[in-house]
């Protein structure tokens, strides 16, 4: 058995604490840890005394010489840093995106973000948060879905818009740890705008994700468009119950039309058939919003 992060954080605080001379007995470090050396057992569990304990630690540390189980796994490594340690490079507690983002922009110059660089159209950059010149991002763009980054140059944007900055917001059930540590970087004076999916969990996202105070979503003319080309999917957003619930506690006009008429409009309608897209202002009810 490879020792994984909670086992190793387990027997970190076994060793630490010296008046500690039991482990549970049930789970696979148990059943692990009996055939490493012979361990008494109660049954309920695993019974040492303090020469016993140390003879444990002293045979883990041969064969795990770079962990020091009385501090446990260091805190600010990468894959890339714990490889060189241990044969398990998924033991650091940084995850690949935890410090980087996924970024784009229709303006190909990325100089006044930091960034020595000019994008070519259709393509996107990976690039360290810290990398990037925070005090000079006036507007930062979210995406939801990932195709949309390839594409973002044929998004019809707001002129004011063309210039900004955007991200991806990573394929998570919640938002990457690269936009989680840019957005709490990012200058008060920012305006953090969503771009999701027309149905009910994109707007939830738009709520739910911190400083986001703009929705970027087609125009009032836009949505019919789309409606007339029958691109609408009401049984997506008919399955969407749970984001459904948490929008009736929301205060956004376009909610209502949206609830009303069963409204699931995708990001890629939006670019294929050139939707004009406009703001929308959120205003939060803050007791929901997942930091």
Not at 204 to 220: D, G, H, M, R
């Amino acid at each position: 058995m490879a020792l994984s992060k909670t086992h190793i954080a387990q027997l970190s605080g076994f060793f630490c604490d010296h008046s500690k001379l039991h482990l549970s007995n049930k789970g696979k470090l148990a059943d692990w840890l009996r055939g490493y050396i012979d361990i008494p057992d109660n049954g309920k569990e695993l019974r040492f005394d303090s020469k016993l304990k140390r003879q444990l630690r002293i045979e883990l540390e041969k064969d795990y010489p770079n962990i020091n189980f009385l501090r446990g796994l260091p805190k600010d490594l990468n894959r890339l840093e714990m490889a060189g340690i241990a044969a398990n490079e998924k033991l650091a507690a940084l995850k690949p995106d935890d410090d980087v983002a996924l970024i784009t922009s229709q303006q190909p110059d990325l100089n006044p973000f930091g960034i020595s660089c000019l994008l070519p159209v259709g393509c996107s950059l990976r690039v360290n948060v810290a990398q990037l010149d925070l005090a000079n991002i006036r507007q930062l763009i979210i995406v939801e879905n990932l195709d949309i980054i390839d594409y973002w140059h044929l998004a019809c944007l707001p002129t004011a818009l063309q210039n900004a900055l955007v991200v991806y917001r990573g394929h998570e059930k919640s938002i990457s740890g690269g936009l989680k540590t840019l957005l709490t970087l990012l200058p008060a004076q920012c305006q953090v705008i969503m771009f999701a999916d027309l149905d009910p969990k994109g707007l939830e996202i738009a709520f739910t994700t911190p400083k986001v105070n703009q929705l970027l979503a087609p125009s009032q003319e836009g949505i019919e468009q789309l409606l007339n080309l029958k691109l609408n999917q009401p049984d997506l957003h008919i399955k969407q119950h749970a984001s459904i619930g948490y929008l009736r506690q929301q205060n956004l006009p376009l909610i209502s039309q949206l609830l009303e008429h069963n409204i699931a409009l995708m990001q890629q309608h939006m670019l294929a058939h050139k939707i004009v897209l406009t703001l929308y202002p959120i205003d939060k009810n803050e007791s929901y919003i997942n930091q």
